[in-house]
């Protein structure tokens, strides 16, 4: 395995300049509360109106996107919907009888609140509105709060359409660390949220990291960067593939992008391809920045050492243009979403092919897939445990507990056994209680 092209910087875990300026900014919140955001507003958005969107401005704002807009987003919504109704019925609650008289048993909860965070910034993200709200109300979560940033006087009207149709009870007009401190206080709705999602900059980040460990709320992963892949063999269009690249390093000036090739000769074409596809675009400063600082092409011989190479950076997005698809879908193992063939770009799933672009970056996908409706369900278990199958699960129990050193639990046991089986002889030690 070599570089054709290896990364000049590399993309910094959490900023400990971003991460003290947020500590401040939520413990402002945690004791001003409503005011202390309104300050904030005021400081970060030139913001002194309502922010609770009105059902009035709602409409206004809805009636200002072109029909054509409203259509595409409404494609998006029903394939993102579509793709989470799917996902919420392939799980499913049971119960089961392992050992005669022990009912086991498993309930689906949706959360009672959800907070989806869209961002604003450079880019409107209507479409992070439908990919967190949808699939919030997919799970069956009752009451959703959707936030992003003010443009003006008013947020983005498409990504305004886009939050309603997907089912947002409330939309706040309200963007950074104080909408993500909102909406994990209730604060101006009542409404704590129990998880925050979405993507958003390096504050918003911190935000959500630093109140998911406060143990206030969960949240979907910590979002870094955007990152993506293309895993590309001999068979491959270079210009199809760099353009990809480019695509995503759009995101960015600090978004990385990678080839991982069996091909050299595709590689150095990609490598003179780049520079040129970045300075064709509007922006052409953004992508060839992330290009020049953090992208990179790496050679191997051979798929499988391509294969754990991908799996070792476990990339946010994975595009594969090489033969045999279904090699790759079954070999790969770490990566948020997986894009196969060249039909396949991740443009298609950032905005409407179905799966969720809210994605694991910084190597998360080791151990976290992206947002889907299982983030927002609560998996919890049940048991009825009959008085005669206490003979089996309670002297097991109880031995347990011993062997542990916990004989409160022991004794918890014991108490059963000797109620429900009173003058029985038991062959290991059963404690009897005093009578009080």
Not at 267 to 278: A, F, H, Q, Y
Not at 426 to 435: A, G, I, L, R, T
């Amino acid at each position: 395995m070599h570089y054709l092209k290896q990364a000049a910087k590399s993309v910094e875990g959490s900023s400990k300049e971003a991460r003290a300026v947020v500590e401040q900014m939520l413990e402002e919140i945690r004791s001003g509360r409503e005011e202390a955001v309104r300050a904030l507003a005021r400081k970060f958005d030139n913001w002194d109106r309502e922010f609770i969107l009105s059902d009035a401005k709602r409409q206004k704002l809805i009636a200002s996107v072109p029909e054509s807009v409203k259509r595409d987003l409404e494609f998006a919504h029903k394939q993102v919907a579509g793709f989470a109704k799917a996902q919420r019925d392939s799980l499913k609650e049971f119960e089961t009888e392992v050992t005669p008289g022990v009912i086991l048993g498993q309930r689906v909860i949706p959360m009672d609140v959800a907070g989806c965070y869209v961002p604003g910034g450079r880019f409107a993200h209507a479409c992070s509105g439908i990919m967190s709200v949808a699939t919030a109300k997919a799970a069956g979560v009752p009451f959703i709060v959707a936030a992003t940033p003010p443009r003006g006087d008013h947020i983005d009207p498409a990504t305004c359409y886009a939050m309603h149709i997907a089912g947002a009870d409330i939309i706040l007009e309200m963007g950074g660390v104080q909408a993500i401190a909102t909406m994990a206080y209730g604060l101006y709705t009542g409404k704590p949220a129990n998880i925050l999602v979405g993507p958003g900059n390096a504050y918003v980040a911190e935000a959500k990291a630093l109140l998911s460990g406060s143990g206030l709320c969960g949240i979907d992963v910590f979002a870094g960067p955007t990152e993506s892949a293309v895993i590309a063999d001999e068979t491959a269009d270079p210009m199809t593939v760099a353009i990809d690249l480019v695509s995503q390093a759009e995101h960015g000036y600090n978004s990385p992008v990678w080839l991982f090739t069996v091909s050299e000769e595709l590689g150095k074409k990609v490598l003179e391809l780049i520079p040129r596809l970045c300075e064709d675009m509007p922006n052409p400063d953004v992508p060839l920045t992330a290009w020049n600082d953090y992208g990179e092409i790496i050679c191997s011989a051979n798929r499988e050492e391509l294969a754990r190479t991908c799996d070792a950076y476990a990339p946010e997005h994975v595009q594969v243009i090489a033969k045999d698809l279904d090699w790759w879908r079954d070999r790969l193992r770490s990566f948020g979403s997986l894009f196969l063939g060249e039909g396949s770009t991740v443009p298609h799933g950032d905005k409407c092919s179905g799966t969720n672009h809210i994605l694991p970056t910084k190597k998360a996908g080791y151990y976290s897939g992206g947002l889907n409706v299982h983030k927002f369900l609560k998996i919890c278990t049940y048991q009825n445990i009959s008085e005669q199958a206490n003979e089996v699960i309670g002297g097991a129990a109880s031995r347990l507990s011993r062997v542990e050193g916990m004989e409160g639990h022991a004794r918890a046991c014991d108490w059963r056994l000797r109620k429900f089986y009173p003058g029985r002889k038991w062959d290991f030690q059963v404690y009897e209680h005093p009578k009080f």
